[in-house]
C-alpha cells in the first residue's frame, strides 16, 4: 500500500511552526506580519482560495488586508495600487490573487511587484534567486511540493524527477529547485513532447502540472515511484453541495497502488501552497522589520 501524503497535515504543522514565531517576533516589540491580498472581479474559485488564505493568517496570526476590486477595473489603476503597496512600509508582502480579467496583462501587473513583496514568488527576481546560496522568497506551489518531498524523507539525490507541465509558476520554478537544491535529474515535460509515457514510466519522482484531470494513467507510472499531482481542475457535480468537486491530474484510483507514495486532491499540494505562502510573507516581514 502506498503512503498517502497528508498535505493537510503537513500545512498544520507549518501553521504551528509560524504562529510559534509570529510570538516569538511579538516578544521581541516587534509588530505582526502583515499580508495584503488584491483580488479583481467574482471568480468563485478565485474567491474560495483567498479565503483559504485569510483563514491561515488568521490561524497564525498575521495581520492581512484584503482588497477587491471589480472585473471592470482599468490595468493603469490595478498598477497604481500595486505600487502603492510597493511603498506602503506597514506591508510587509502581497499577493495580486489569479486569474485576472483578460484586459489586463498578468505579466504587466507581476513583474511591477517589488520583489522583496512578492510572496507568490512569481517575480523574474524570484525566480532567478532559486539557484543563488542566498534565494530572495520562492515561488510558493514549488516550494510547497519540495516541503512535502523534505517531511516525508523521500530520497531525490540522482534519482529521476521527471516533471508534466513546463509554466512559469509552477513547473519551470520546480524543475530548478529539484536539480538544485534536491540533486535529482530533472527532466521537463511539456505538450510538445513527444511520447509522455516514455519519459513518465522512467520517473522515480513523477510531479504532474497541468491541470488535465485523468492525464496520468497507471501504464504512465512505475512501480513503486512517487507521484506528485499539483492539478487542481474543478468539476461540477451535482451530488456535492458546493455543487463541484476537485480533480487533480492523475487518475488516483488506478495509479495509487503502483505508487509508494502519492498526494490524494483535495488535501496534498493545494493546502501547501498557501503553507508556503505563510513562509514566504513570514521571512519578507522578517527582512522588513529588521
Ligand atoms: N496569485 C495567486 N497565487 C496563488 O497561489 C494562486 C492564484 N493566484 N490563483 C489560483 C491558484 C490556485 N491556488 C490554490 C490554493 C490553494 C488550494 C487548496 O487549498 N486546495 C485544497 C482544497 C480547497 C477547496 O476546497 O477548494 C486542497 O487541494 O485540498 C488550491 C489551489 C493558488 N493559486
Known amino acids: 500500500m502506498p503512503t498517502i501524503i497528508d498535505g493537510k497535515k503537513i500545512s498544520s504543522d507549518i501553521r504551528d511552526e509560524i504562529k510559534l514565531q509570529v510570538e516569538a517576533l511579538k516578544n521581541e516589540g516587534k509588530r505582526a506580519p502583515h499580508l495584503a491580498i488584491i483580488i ?14 485569510i ?21 493603469d489603476k490595478l498598477l497604481k495600487h500595486v505600487d502603492q503597496l510597493n511603498a506602503d512600509t506597514d506591508i510587509d508582502g502581497f499577493i495580486v490573487q489569479l486569474p485576472l480579467p483578460a484586459h489586463i496583462s498578468v ?19 524570484n525566480f532567478g534567486s532559486i539557484t543563488s546560496k542566498v ?10 511540493v519540495m516541503e512535502l518531498i523534505k517531511r516525508y524523507e523521500i530520497e531525490t539525490e540522482g534519482k529521476n524527477c521527471v516533471i508534466v507541465g513546463a509554466s512559469r509558476l509552477v513547473g519551470a520554478p520546480l ?15 511539456h505538450k510538445y513532447t513527444k511520447d509522455l509515457a516514455s519519459h513518465t514510466r522512467e520517473a522515480d519522482i513523477l510531479v504532474v502540472a497541468v491541470g488535465k484531470p485523468g492525464l496520468v494513467t497507471k501504464n504512465m507510472v512505475k512501480e ?14 451535482p451530488s456535492k453541495k458546493s455543487g463541484f468537486r476537485l480533480s487533480g491530474d ?36 522578517k527582512n522588513n522589520l529588521k
Open 175 to 189: 524543475a530548478l529547485m529539484m536539480s538544485n537544491e534536491a540533486n535529482a535529474t530533472v527532466t521537463l515535460c
Open 135 to 144: 534565494p530572495l522568497l520562492m515561488p510558493a506551489t514549488p516550494l510547497g
Open 250 to 285: 492523475v487518475d488516483y484510483e488506478e495509479v495509487a497502488p503502483l505508487t509508494s507514495h502519492i498526494t490524494p486532491v483535495p488535501g496534498g499540494v493545494g493546502p501547501m501552497t498557501i503553507a508556503s505562502l505563510m513562509i514566504n510573507t513570514l521571512q519578507a516581514a
Open 40 to 53: 479583481v472581479g467574482d471568480d468563485g474559485a478565485s474567491h474560495t482560495y483567498v479565503g483559504g488564505k
Open 55 to 75: 483563514t491561515a493568517c488568521k490561524a497564525v496570526g498575521f495581520d492581512y488586508t484584503l482588497m477587491q476590486f471589480a472585473g471592470t477595473i482599468s490595468e
Open 107 to 125: 505579466e504587466k501587473i507581476t513583474m511591477s511587484i517589488s520583489p522583496e513583496k512578492d510572496v507568490d514568488g512569481f517575480t523574474n527576481e
Open 224 to 237: 513503486g515511484a512517487v507521484v506528485i499531482d499539483v492539478g487542481t481542475t474543478r468539476i461540477e457535480d
